[in-house]
C-alpha cells in the first residue's frame, strides 16, 4: 500500500520532470543526479553515500581493472553483495533501493567483464546510477538502454501526456486498488475464514497478499515508467498481464520482467551452459530472486517451492501431453492454477517450518 516514505519519493522524483526540461539539455542530468543525492541523503545518508560510492568507484575499476579483468570483477561482485547483506542484516540501516541499484550495478560490472561495456565515464556513471525514479521500485534498467534514451531524448507532448496518465493509473493502483480495494478484500477473506484451518486460511490470505503485491509493485512501476515518459526517457517495462499467464512458466516472462531477465541474463543462462542441467540453473536462479527480497530459509523453501511449480508446468502442459483444451477452459482455468500454486507456498512452508498446528 502507499507508505508516506513511498509518497514522499514519488513527489521527490516528480520534482525531476520540471528539473530536466528547464536546465540545459548538456547539463540536465547533472542536475538530477545532484537532486536524487540530496534527497537520498535527507532520506538515507547510509544509501546516498553506498550508491554516490558505486557511481563513483565503478568507472576506476572498468578503467583501470583491463588487465585484471578476473579479479576485478569478482572483488566488485563481492563487495556489491556484501553491501547489500548489510542492508539487510545490519539493524538500523534503512537503504533505499539498495535491491535495485545493486543489481544495476553487477550488471554493469558483468557487462564490462564480457566485453560488452569497455569503459564508464563518471558523469555516464552518476546519470545511471543517481536516477531517483527508478530507487523506491524499479525497473532494474539496463546501462546500454539506458544510454540510447538519452542519446534520442527530445521534446514530445504525446509522450509527456501519455508519462502523466501512466503516473495516474500507477498512484490509483497504489492507493484505491491497493489501499482501498484489495484490503477490504482481505478484511472479508479473513472474516470468511475464521471458521476454516491455519492451512487454509493462510492459503486464502496469501493470494489476496498475491493480488495485492501486484497492484503495489506494478503501480509503483507505472509511476516510475511514467515519470521516465515525462522527461523524455522509454525505459523497460516491469509487467505485462501476469494474471492473464496459463501457466507458471508463461507467469514468470511476465512478472517483475526486469528482475527474471536480469537473473535469466546473469545466472540461468550461464550455469545452463556450464553444467548442462536447466532445472539446477531454474533452482539457483529463483534462490537469487528469492534472496534477493530476504535473506532467510523461509525464502530458501519459496524458491525450491517455485522452481517445482515450475518444472511440473513444463511436464504438466496440455500440448506436451497431446491434450488440446478449449482456449476460454485455459484462459480461466490458467490464472486460476498458478495463482493457486504462488499462494500456496506460504502454508506449505509454514507446515514445513511448524509455523501453526
Not at 560488452?116 to 530507487?135: A, C, K, M, N, Q
Not at 548442462?276 to 529463483?286: C, W
Request: aromatic content about 14%; hydrophobic content about 55%; overall charge positive.
Amino acid at each position: 500500500m502507499m507508505t508516506p516514505d513511498l509518497f514522499t519519493l514519488f513527489l521527490l522524483g516528480m520534482i525531476c520532470v520540471p528539473i530536466s526540461w528547464a536546465v540545459p539539455s548538456k547539463y540536465a542530468f547533472d542536475a538530477i543526479s545532484i537532486w536524487t543525492f540530496m534527497c537520498l541523503l535527507l532520506l538515507s545518508p547510509a544509501s546516498a553515500l553506498w550508491l554516490l560510492a558505486i557511481a563513483i568507484l565503478l568507472p576506476c575499476a572498468l578503467t583501470f581493472g583491463g588487465r585484471a579483468k578476473g579479479p576485478v570483477t569478482a572483488i566488485a561482485s563481492l563487495a556489491l553483495i556484501a553491501g547489500l547483506v548489510a542492508s539487510r542484516t545490519l539493524p538500523g540501516w534503512a537503504w533505499i533501493g539498495g535491491a535495485f541499484f545493486t543489481l544495476r550495478a553487477l550488471h554493469v560490472v558483468l557487462e564490462w567483464w564480457m566485453g560488452r561495456i569497455s569503459t564508464l565515464g563518471y558523469r555516464e556513471s552518476l546519470h545511471y546510477f543517481l536516477f531517483l525514479p527508478v530507487l523506491p521500485a524499479g525497473p532494474i534498467n539496463r546501462l546500454p538502454h539506458f544510454q540510447h534514451q538519452l542519446r534520442r531524448r527530445r521534446w514530445e507532448p504525446e509522450q509527456f501526456l501519455t508519462g502523466a496518465e501512466r503516473v495516474l493509473i500507477g498512484l490509483v493502483w497504489l492507493y484505491l486498488i491497493a489501499g482501498k480495494g484489495v484490503a477490504k478484500i482481505d478484511f472479508e477473506v479473513m472474516l470468511a475464514t475464521e471458521t476454516l484451518a491455519p492451512f487454509w486460511r493462510i492459503w486464502a490470505g496469501s493470494a489476496v497478499s498475491w493480488v495485492e503485491l501486484f497492484f503495489v509493485f506494478a503501480g509503483a512501476t507505472h509511476v516510475a515508467l511514467g515519470v521516465s515518459l515525462m522527461m523524455g526517457l522509454k525505459l523497460e517495462e516491469n509487467f505485462s498481464k501476469p494474471w492473464a499467464a496459463r501457466n507458471l512458466v508463461e507467469f514468470w516472462t511476465r512478472w517483475h520482467m526486469s528482475l527474471t531477465g536480469w537473473v535469466q541474463d546473469y545466472v540461468f543462462r550461464p550455469i545452463t551452459a556450464l553444467t548442462r542441467q536447466p532445472v539446477i540453473a531454474l533452482i539457483a536462479a529463483l534462490l537469487v530472486i528469492g534472496l534477493w527480497h530476504e535473506f532467510s530459509l523461509y525464502y530458501i523453501l519459496w524458491a525450491l517451492w517455485q522452481s517445482l511449480g515450475i518444472v511440473l508446468s513444463r511436464f504438466m502442459l496440455p500440448q506436451r501431453a497431446g491434450i488440446s483444451l478449449p482456449n476460454w477452459i485455459s484462459a480461466v482455468a490458467g490464472p486460476i492454477c498458478v495463482l493457486g500454486w504462488l499462494s500456496a507456498a506460504r502454508p506449505v512452508i509454514g507446515l514445513i517450518l511448524g509455523g501453526f498446528p
